[in-house]
């Protein structure tokens, strides 16, 4: 069993979508949580961070050590996206998704590692179906997204011997406030709906607390053996083929 009471752990982005729900069913079983990310969590303990400024994982890393007094999970949520072809997408907006997506969880879990290595941590890694296939305009987030799923394999092959353990989770379509909004703005959001459906098996698209309920086990005990994989969540979306 894991004693829960006894963990710390750092939750970027944890305030909203997938994190908040990450966050809340963490503190549920008892773990210290703290978020990053732009300001104030009214919920939880936080840090207050721009991760679009390059000097932000260390202090992150710093200030939750000096919060809570050691960290045992890191769940690496906070990302971007920007939309847009190759030739649509500017250097700019390839730099800052790459940054904020793959840069900062890389730096995140390198000044981690020593406080995770200490209590035999867990690292997981918020990934994305767009890391396995892609959705149109999407070049920049589909690479990001798929350099973390690399990275979480490379991080489980040079850390399992250290006692820390690395996965990512790649969701579908979640039902966020986020996706929400952008179905919302549609011209006919009652269609898309319908058809979200008809691309998914289980008929329906994801909750964030489903990804949450499967973070959590990650991060336990119970799920010792497990390192270096990528867990799909989307439903059946991905294993399904379309008719012509």
Known sequence: MTNWSEKVALVTGGRSGIGAAISAKLASLGVTVVTAQRGEDR??????????????????????I???????????????MREGTVLET?????????????????MLIKHALPHLTKRRGSIVNIGSIEGLGSNPRHPAYCASKG?????????????????????????GWIDTDLNTAFIESLGDPESF????????????TGTPGEIAGLAAWLASDEASFVTGQVWTVDGGRTSKLNLP
């Open 147 to 171: 350099g973390i799923h690399a990275l979480t394999r490379a991080v489980a092959v040079d850390h399992g011997g250290d006692g820390v353990r690395c996965n990512a989770i790649a969701p």
């Open 66 to 80: 000096k919060m809570a007094g050691g960290l045992d999970i890191l769940v690496n949520n906070a990302g971007i």
């Open 90 to 106: 500017s250097d700019v907006d390839w730099a800052e998704t790459l940054h904020v997506n793959l840069t900062v969880p890389f």
């Open 193 to 204: 709906k319908a058809s979200l459906g008809d691309i998914h098996p289980v008929g329906r």
């Open 43 to 64: 919920v939880h303990p936080y840090v207050s961070a721009n991760f679009l400024n390059p000097s932000e994982p260390v202090r992150v890393i710093h200030d939750v």
